[in-house]
């Protein structure tokens, strides 16, 4: 588990082909735009959330993000004690986020 920057971030998206996208935030918050290709479970709901997550690859990197990096990086410790193998936080969430957007 570890938090890149905005660059190293989208450095090592670009050349890891078992990479999943994870965004966290809200539904009112995805309004706003997504990252593309993100799947969206939102941290907020609590059990729900986890439930979700149990549901994904554990063998898959996980690139997960939401508004400011808080909430995603809280995520990314959840996913360690749910067994999966690597999550990578986005320092600086969606709101410092200047690559594309959908």
Do not use: H
């Not at 190293?8 to 997504?34: C, F, M, P, Y």
């Not at 593309?36 to 729900?48: A, F, L, R, V």
């Not at 939401?66 to 410790?77: H, I, P, Y």
């Amino acid at each position: 588990m570890a938090d890149l920057s905005q660059q190293d971030w989208e450095e090592q998206l670009e050349k890891d082909s078992n990479a999943i996208i994870l965004d966290v935030r809200t539904e009112e918050e995805i309004e706003e735009g997504i990252i593309p290709n993100s799947i969206n479970i939102d941290i907020y709901k609590g059990q729900e959330f986890v439930e979700e997550l149990e549901k994904l690859d554990k063998t898959k990197n996980y690139y997960v993000y939401c508004r400011s990096g808080n909430r995603s990086g809280q995520a990314c410790a959840i996913m360690k004690n749910l067994g999966f193998d690597t999550a990578y936080n986005l320092q600086g969430g969606f709101m410092n986020w200047e690559g594309e957007t959908a």
